[in-house]
T-cell receptor, first 113, second 111 residues
C-alpha cells in the first residue's frame, strides 16, 4: 500500500529564513511519481514539481529546491529566503502505476513579516 | 480562463438530498480525477477517468456516489442521500500525462 507522511503539521518562520518541509513515502512500485503542491488560502491546489522515481537529481527553481533521496524514501522541499506570500499548506503526493495519487496530510507554513 | 473549472463553488444541502457537481477539464486533457478533501487533510482519491472510461474507483466511493464522463469531456459527480459526513471540498483535476491540474473545488455542506 502507498503512504505519504508529512510529519510537520505546522511550521512558522520569519521572513527571509530558509525552511525545509519533509516528505517520506512508502510504495512497492519501482516506477512512481512524486509531487509537491501548494494550497494557498484561496484553496486551489497549485502544482510545484513532479519527479519520477528514476530521476534522483535534485532540482532548483528560483527560491525552491527539492531533495529526492530514494535510499531514505524522502522527497524534501526547501524554500530559501521565505516570503510572506509563501504562506500556504504544502502537500507532498505519490502517484503509482495505476495513476492512483496519494497525498500527505500537508504542512501548514506561516511566514511572518 | 483555460484552467479546470468546477460548478458550483459552494453547495449547501439538507441531509438526504441528492447533489450533483460538474467539472470541466482543460480541453485537451484526456484524464480526469475526482478527490475529496476534508478540513486539515490532504485530498483523497475518489475516481479517475481516461476519456469516457472510469478506470479506478476508491473504496471511499460508496454506492451513494456515482461519477460520469459521458463524452470524455466534462464530468459529473453525484451524491445521493447525502449525509453530514459528506461535507467536504470536492476537487477535480485533469491531466494529459502525469501532471494534474486542479480546479477550485466545490465546497459541500450538508446540514
Amino acid at each position: 500500500a502507498q503512504k505519504v507522511t508529512q510529519a510537520q503539521t505546522e511550521i512558522s518562520v520569519v521572513e527571509k529564513e530558509d525552511v525545509t518541509l519533509d516528505c517520506v513515502y512508502e510504495t512497492r512500485d519501482t516506477t512512481y511519481y512524486l509531487f509537491w503542491y501548494k494550497q494557498p488560502p484561496s484553496g486551489e491546489l497549485v502544482f510545484l514539481i513532479r519527479r519520477n522515481s528514476f530521476d534522483e537529481q535534485n532540482e532548483i527553481s528560483g527560491r525552491y529546491s527539492w531533495n529526492f533521496q530514494k535510499s531514505t524514501s524522502s522527497f524534501n522541499f526547501t524554500i530559501t529566503a521565505s516570503q510572506v506570500v509563501d504562506s500556504a499548506v504544502y502537500f507532498c503526493a505519490l502517484e503509482d502505476n495505476n495513476n492512483d495519487m496519494r497525498f500527505g496530510a500537508g504542512t501548514r507554513l506561516t511566514v511572518k513579516p | 480562463d483555460t484552467g479546470v473549472s468546477q460548478d458550483p463553488r459552494h453547495k449547501i444541502t439538507k441531509r438526504g438530498q441528492n447533489v450533483t457537481f460538474r467539472c470541466d477539464p482543460i480541453s485537451e486533457h484526456n484524464r480526469l480525477y475526482w478527490y475529496r478533501q476534508t478540513l486539515g487533510q490532504g485530498p483523497e482519491f475518489l475516481t479517475y477517468f481516461q476519456n469516457e472510461a472510469q478506470l479506478e474507483k476508491s473504496r471511499l466511493l460508496s454506492d451513494r456516489f456515482s461519477a460520469e464522463r459521458p463524452k470524455g469531456s466534462f464530468s459529473t459527480l453525484e451524491i445521493q442521500r447525502t449525509e453530514q459526513g459528506d461535507s467536504a471540498m470536492y476537487l477535480c483535476a485533469s491531466s494529459l500525462s502525469n501532471e494534474q491540474y486542479f480546479g477550485p473545488g466545490t465546497r459541500l455542506t450538508v446540514t
